[in-house]
């Protein structure tokens, strides 16, 4: 007990440090709050590598993250999901689609990280008494086909968060575009995510910034193969991600000279440059199941240690789709031990009435004379 207690602290001090440090000196660093609206909701985005997914199909899982593609594909769709990151805190989400008539097509989703019961003391070791910390969001998306190759669309978040007696809500809003060519297959999606503002902070007269990011995914089908191959790019609005300041732990001394040896520009601009990037794949040998595959560079730069080589950065996961259910799994390695697992069940109501309507016709037509 007192292990996962050690290691859930640890893990909210990954998504509060950002925020509560006033400067970081690396190559991420910036002063953000509600890091837990970047995480991955969806076991088909885990898989690819955790960040946007652009896919013209009828998933309501991916609605979270791409706006532009709510339409009438997702009408009447319901996608749950439960992440299990280590030292049992617990992502959780809701997602649901309706398409009105006039008012177009629209998805509802709530989000919950919950970081679980802790045992408040003072400077002196005297126990205070327990408390609770968690993340939630409250989101309404709005999708609308401008044509059969373009669509847009866009999130509006309601955020709340709470540390023991600390508190805070904030407001953001994702804005979406994408474009898709059924000819060749090709869904290229641009978001800008997490624009707002921190409504209530933490501590008076300190407030935060939220987690802005610029990604740019695109995804195709190949005609003759059952491969579908990703491609997606974050942090575009930044150039700079890696640091090879002397405090790096990854460069090494020179033997004579005791100086630092530090990779040739050539290195550091290639380096940089793959950081912005997500390459996954996705096998589709049948209509109903398809297995993910993707490497992160920048996640395999920043979690990867000295001791041992590791799988940092690398994600899989399968779906299966069969007659309006959908099954995820998957799984994204952020570090040695820290490896959750993302579950996804969703369900298509209007295919699940049909499926049902037709087995009572099939079965009325065998005891009819």
Not at 105 to 113: I, T, W
Not at 222 to 243: D, E, F, G, Q, T
Request: aromatic share 14%; charged share 15%; hydrophobic share 40%.
């Amino acid at each position: 007990m007192p292990f996962l207690f050690m290691r859930r602290r640890v893990f909210i001090w990954i998504l509060l440090l950002p925020a509560l440090m006033p400067r970081i000196y690396a190559q991420t660093g910036g002063k953000y709050v509600y890091n837990f609206l970047n995480l991955s909701y969806s076991s088909k985005m885990m898989g690819l590598g955790g960040s946007l997914v652009s896919v013209h199909d009828n998933n309501p899982a991916l609605l979270l993250m791409n706006p532009s593609y709510i339409s009438e594909r997702q009408h009447n769709t319901l996608s749950l999901n439960y992440t299990d990151y280590f030292a049992h805190n617990n992502g959780m989400s809701a997602i649901y689609s309706y398409t009105f008539p006039k008012a177009g097509s629209f998805a509802f989703s709530v989000q919950a990280l919950a970081y679980g019961n802790f045992q408040g003391m003072d400077e002196n070791g005297v126990e205070t008494g327990k408390f609770t910390a968690g993340d939630y969001a409250i989101t309404l998306g709005w999708g609308r086909e401008l044509s059969p190759n373009f669509s847009i669309g866009a999130n509006l978040k309601t955020i709340f968060s709470h540390y023991d007696s600390y508190f805070s809500s904030g407001l953001a809003v994702d804005i979406a575009g994408s474009y898709y060519n059924e000819e060749k297959r090709l869904s290229i999606t641009l978001l800008a995510k997490n624009i707002g503002t921190q409504v209530k902070a933490y501590a008076p007269g300190n407030r935060e910034l939220l987690p802005f990011d610029l990604q740019l995914a695109l995804s195709q089908r190949l005609k003759h193969v059952p491969i579908r191959y990703h491609i997606s790019l974050h942090s575009l609005y930044r150039w700079n991600m890696n640091y090879y300041g002397h405090d790096n732990p990854f460069l090494e001394t020179d033997a004579i000279s005791g100086e630092l040896q530090y990779p040739s520009k050539v290195a550091q601009f290639t380096d940089n440059l793959f950081r912005h990037f997500i390459f996954g794949i996705e096998i589709e040998p049948v209509k109903y199941f398809s297995i993910q595959l993707a490497y992160n560079h920048n996640i395999h730069q920043e979690m990867k240690v000295l001791s041992r080589k590791s799988m940092a950065g690398f994600s899989y996961g399968i779906q299966l789709n069969i007659k309006g259910i959908r099954v995820g799994f998957s799984r994204l390695h952020y570090a040695v031990g820290a490896t959750p697992n993302c579950f996804d069940l969703a369900f298509d109501f209007g295919e699940l009435a049909k499926n049902s309507k037709e087995k009572k016709a099939r079965k009325l037509e065998r005891i009819t004379p």
